[in-house]
Each structure stands twice: as C-alpha cells, then as structure tokens.
C-alpha cells in the first residue's frame, strides 16, 4: 500500500467529500446566478466599449469535480485535506471564461476586469506552465470580487464578499486547452523525446500563429487608417478599393447613410473591381460630372440609399459599359432596367457617359 493510501486511512476523505458536496449542494443555485451576473456585467461592458469578443461563458463549479477538488490531500501533508473548508477555500465555485480573437485584445479586457471588480489575484498560467516544465498554452486567470459599488447596488447585494475566477485566453489557447485533457505526458521529464519535440513544435507554431494574427489585425488598421486619411486628403490615386475606402469616399462625397450595412459595402467593393477600378482616382473621374440627388429624382420620388444613388451615378458616367462589366450582366431584368434608367436620364438632358477603367481598356 502506498504513502497516499496510508494517508487516506488516517483521514476519511470520503466523509470529507460528501460532507462538502451536501453544503454545496444547497447553495451551488446562489453561484449559478453569481457566474451569471459576472457575464452580463462583462457583456455590457464589451457592447458599451465596442470590444469583440469571440465568446463568453459562465458556469458553478460541477458537483462531482467539487467533491474530487475538496477530497484532495494536502501537498504539504497527505495525512490532512488540501480544502479544510471546502465551501470557502475552493475559489472557482463560480467560472466565467472571455475568448477572444486576438493578443491584444487580453490587455483590454484586463481593464475592464479591474474597472468592474476588485482583483483578489491574477496568475498567468502560460508563465506558471514554463516554470513547472510542463507542456501546456496557457491563459490568464483572476480572482475577482463584485466592487463596493456595484455590490451596494439591490440586484447584486446578495454576491456580496463571493470569490469568482475570471479566465481570458485567445482562441488558439482555447483550441488547446479544449484537447489538453486527452494529452497524456505533462511534465517535460516523462515524455519521450521524440514527442516532446513534436509538442515543443506545436506550441511554438501556436504562440507563432496567435503574434501573426495581431500583426495582421494591426496591418490591416493600419491600412485602413492611411486609407482614411487619403480620402480625405483627395489624394485618390494611393488608395486601394476596399470596403472601408469606399465608406470613407462615399460619406464624404454624398454624405453618410446610417442604413448602409458593412456586407453592402463589401458588394459594392467587389462590383468596382469587376468593373475595373483600381483605385479611387478612377472611380472619382467617372461620376464627377454627375450629381447623385439629381439622378435619384429622375428615377424615384423619394431619395435612395447612398449605395444605390452611387450606382445611378456609375451608370450615368460608364452607359452600357456598366451593365456590360457588372456582376449581372446576364441577368435579362438587371438589363432590361439599367437600359431603362439610361433612357431616363438621356430624357432628362443628362449626358451619358461610356467611361472605361484602364484595366479594362488595357484588355480590350
């Protein structure tokens, strides 16, 4: 028999553990709703910072991995349980985990964490993972209480002085931490070399791949933000056609339109590249001459969207050159009524174009 099994004779675990499951069985309803109130409350503090997340999720502790938790021996003396008092010495009765896309967005939800709650502790386990030479990606985790303020408040009065442990990791620490429970080696010692390697491997192309993702996010903002400024400063030539340019161009050229969604963007975008712009000095030569509100009267009695005047005024400066090159072309309706338009605004006295992006002049 071994050192451990002697232990558990001396001490009776088990009443131990069915002791604490019985107290937590009664009160275990009071940290569902705690994990609860800590979602919500991080949840509207994301939708009122504008943070994407990838998700949240909130649970009380399982009953049966509760009772395993409170009947484990102490590391220091086996004789005695690690959990004197179960009830108060176990910490992540109540569980709220933040997955998000990308590294730094870890940094701002640290600070909502300490705007929110009083911070009891905070540990990176990715650093605690390093010095006990095990194999793992980690994430980092708090101890948090409800702030004075909050807790004086009628809604939250009864989580006042609860403990709660908040986890905020990637998605990619996430992906491993969901198959870490089938990884059978963990300290670096028992595993033999060549899986040690392959593991070592993999947790470097992980840390790799979570850095390419911020860097590509920060290029991209980066991106967008020259793009900005571009537009604004009318220097057209130097910006790409992107969603983000053509929301830009497009609200200071005509006016921005709340109703416009990002997918509608993202078409129009798509549309202009199958027209052959390649920037947005081409598009600005084709409908310069064409006022969008004048076109949208001819056509309708009420003012269109901004994307839709957009297109009576590529129509008017590119003729049947738009509806020959656009993602339509062969649909005989979309025809039949931008020949019509066409119609109209020559009955108008609008001059019809028939311009041609270089692109696709160069093809022809």
Same mark, same amino acid.
Not at 85 to 92: F, H, K, Q, R, V
Not at 280 to 288: A, G, V
């Given at each position: 028999m071994s050192e451990l099994d002697d232990a558990k004779e001396d001490f009776d675990f088990e009443n131990h553990r069915l002791q604490a499951i019985e107290k937590y069985q009664r009160v275990r309803p009071m940290y569902e709703n705690y994990s609860n109130a800590i979602r919500n409350v991080l949840k509207e503090a994301f939708i009122t910072k504008s943070i994407k997340i990838h998700s949240i999720e909130a649970r009380a502790k399982e009953i049966d991995s509760f009772g395993d938790k409170a009947s484990t021996p102490s590391p220091d /003396?086996?004789? =005695?349980?690690?959990? %004197? #008092?179960?009830?108060?010495? +176990?910490? !992540?009765?109540?569980?709220? $985990?933040?997955?998000? @896309? @990308? %590294? #730094?967005?870890? !940094? +701002?939800?640290? $600070? +909502?964490? $300490?705007? %929110? @709650?009083?911070?009891?502790?905070? *540990? !990176? =386990?990715? %650093? !605690?993972?390093? =010095?006990?030479? =095990? @194999?793992?990606?980690?994430s980092i985790h708090y101890l948090v209480r409800l702030n004075n303020s909050r807790a004086k408040l009628l809604e939250y009065n009864k989580f006042a002085g609860l403990i709660a442990e908040i986890q905020i990791r990637?998605?990619?620490?996430? *992906?491993?931490?969901?198959i870490e429970h089938d990884i059978q080696y963990k300290a670096i010692e028992t595993i033999p070399s060549t899986i040690r390697r392959r593991f070592l491997s993999l947790a470097g192309l992980l840390e790799i791949a979570d850095r390419e993702f911020q860097a590509i996010q920060d290029e991209d903002e980066k991106l967008r933000n020259e793009a900005r400024i571009s537009v604004t400063e009318g220097k057209l030539d130097k910006v790409e056609i992107t969603p983000d340019a053509l929301k830009t161009y497009l609200d200071k050229k005509m006016g921005p339109d709340g109703r416009m969604k990002e997918f509608s963007y993202q078409w129009t975008a798509k549309l202009l590249l199958r027209l052959g712009f390649t920037d947005?000095?081409?598009? /600005?030569?084709? +409908?310069?001459n064409y006022d969008d509100n004048k076109l949208n009267g001819i056509l309708w009695a009420t003012r269109q969207g901004q994307l839709s005047r957009f297109e009576y005024i590529l129509l008017a400066g590119m003729g049947d050159n738009f509806i020959k090159y656009h993602i339509w072309e062969n649909q005989e309706w979309f025809v039949k009524r931008n020949r019509e338009y066409i119609e109209q605004f020559k009955g108008a006295g609008i001059l019809v174009g028939s311009y041609l992006p270089s692109s696709r002049r160069s093809a022809e």
């Open positions: /003396d086996p004789h =005695k349980p690690h959990y %004197q #008092n179960p009830l108060s010495d +176990i910490t !992540d009765l109540t569980g709220v $985990r933040v997955i998000v @896309f @990308f %590294q #730094n967005t870890l !940094d +701002i939800v640290d $600070r +909502i964490i $300490r705007e %929110q @709650f009083d911070i009891i502790e905070k *540990s !990176d =386990k990715t %650093q !605690d993972l390093l =010095k006990e030479e =095990k @194999f793992g990606y980690g990637t998605i990619l620490q996430h *992906s491993w931490a969901e947005f000095q081409e598009i /600005d030569e084709c +409908i310069s």
